[in-house]
């Protein structure tokens, strides 16, 4: 189909312009030249990359609370909402847009799909999970002294779940930015437009440097701002003496990093 | 019984000494898919105001017993009534909101401050926020724990204050009965007989009834003034107070369950307080006293009367040892005194004065008085 990698001809080396002579000879990083282009590429692709990011977390994590909700409350729901969610998560996303193209053509509904469908595994087996390890003796002394079971989620489960939905909404939306910039495959937005232009251009280094490491630090910076509005929302986690996360959340997110790798070499 | 909490909020949030009756009619428990009952036509009255300490072996039936009262757990045969009320048909969240409950581990929120773990029934009965704050303070005093906590998450603080801050949960309504299971089990012994001492002293002013749960029939004399001890299968076996549980167990099953020691164990329940005392024949530090009849009545003393020496075996003088005052159980005067060489115990009062002296065979004789006091021993099943 008519994917951009397809439709790029043969390469004619073009880095930028004859004045800069960094960029001409191909230097690893020219300064000049990402400041001189910050306003045209850079800074919208970043703009792109964020919103991309936000539409497909917050619709992912939408979805995968009400689907960790109903697991919790009716527990034969939660393999096979664990098995689709598995499944799409195994899906390249290569595979997935050529799949979906055909249906919602080079846009950027096709982009969401596919990096939603990616978040949902790791948000809803944080959440779910985080509902489980709400210790039973807490839930207890919460019925024993007269709480309803809306009030038990409300009250006791959901703020006890904080830190284990905030462990999967930090690899969730790490994991969506470094997926993102395949997007560009399918629309010319987010910071892999200058990395297939920088391609395009026969491994134009400043821009393909730029925009990798643009895509790193706002990895970075969201993971810290995720870390710092936990912190605001759950602050008592921060003073148990132990674990903040609990073991098995730890373990279902080690468990699936390297499935995430792979998905992002394709 | 709302109404009665909004109304009451112009008067202070002082304890208005509100305890209620409890009372099993006939109840039986079968879970659903076991092939026997985990608990046998059980009966029993609670007076208002008392402590009622269920006891038995792990399985018996005590949680299952303690539960049905809140009903966290449903009654399959017969009744629970509360101040002559059945729990039956009460709606379970507004029933648990006037009925405080101490589980066995705590279950304090860790997402909550200590404040607010305490305040936590008083939310949910609608107290207004004023109410609360005072609420709360007097109960972290009453518990004698410093202010600065009422901010702290539970992983702040001490296991034991975690334990205290449970109680002070449970007691923040003010509630005329309290389900206490196993309250002090996962403890050091140190620190469980501090907060057993604390709980019963709070007993003494709040005067509430409780149910109390436990496995150790030495905190179930220690706290009840009665205890029902309950054998596998859910069968209660005995319903009594301590000290008749003692003197006179109903059946091997309940002489085994209480040890061998059980005399020794109902020594522990008196203090010397009790015990008429023989006079000491003190002597003022510093004159001599060689001249008095029997050495082991010479006690010398202060200006205060304070004791400071004793005349040895050997007439000589020499330091005082271990002394007892009036909250020393005969248990220990007893162990303090054959560990001196069955000399008599020196007692003293609340002052450090000597109050007299605690014979070997006037401790004995106490435990023979007991065996007399409540008579018709066989009129029991
Ligand atoms: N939810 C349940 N379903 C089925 N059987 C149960 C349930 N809870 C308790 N039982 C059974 O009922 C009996 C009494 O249990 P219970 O927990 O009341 O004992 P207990 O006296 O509190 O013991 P422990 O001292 O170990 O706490 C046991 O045989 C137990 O196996
Ligand atoms: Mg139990």
Known sequence: MGLLIAASGPVIPNFGGASDKCAVNNGFFCWNWFTQHWGSTFGPAVVQHIILTAIAVGIGFAIAFALALLAYRFDWMETPIAGISSFLYTIPSLALFQILVPFTGLTRLTVEIALVSYTLLLLFRNIVTGLREVPEEVRDAARGMGLTQRQILLRIDLPLAVPAIFAGLRVATVTTISLATVAAFVVDEGLGAPIFDAISRGNFKTEFVAAAALAILLAWVADLLLVALQRMVAPWAAKRRSSVVPRSVVRAIRGRRRPISAVRET | MQTED???????????????????KNVSKRYPGADKPALRDLSFKVPAGEICVLVGPSGCGKTTAMRMVNRMIDITEGDILLDGKSVRGRKPAELRREIGYVIQQIGLFPHLSIGDNIATVPRLLGWDRKRISARVDELLELISLPAETRDRYPAEVSGGQRQRVGVARALAADPPLMLMDEPFGAIDPITREHLQNEFLRLQEALRKTVVFVTHDIDEAIKMGDRIAIM??????????????????PADEFVARFVGLDRGLKRLALSKLSDLSLDDADSVRD????????????VVFVDGQSRPVGRLGRDREPEPIGPVGNPDTSLRDALSLIMSDDNRPLVVVDADGAVAGLARLDVIAGALASHNGRDAPAEARS
Do not use: K
């Open chain 2, 6 to 24: 909004d109304t009451a909020q112009s008067s202070s949030p002082r304890q208005h000494a509100r305890a209620a009756e409890l009372e099993f």
């Open chain 2, 231 to 248: 054998r596998e299968g859910g069968v209660l076996v005995q319903y009594d107070t301590p000290d008749r549980i003692l003197a006179d």
């Open chain 2, 286 to 297: 510093g004159t001599p006293a060689h001249g008095q009849a029997n050495p082991d009545r």
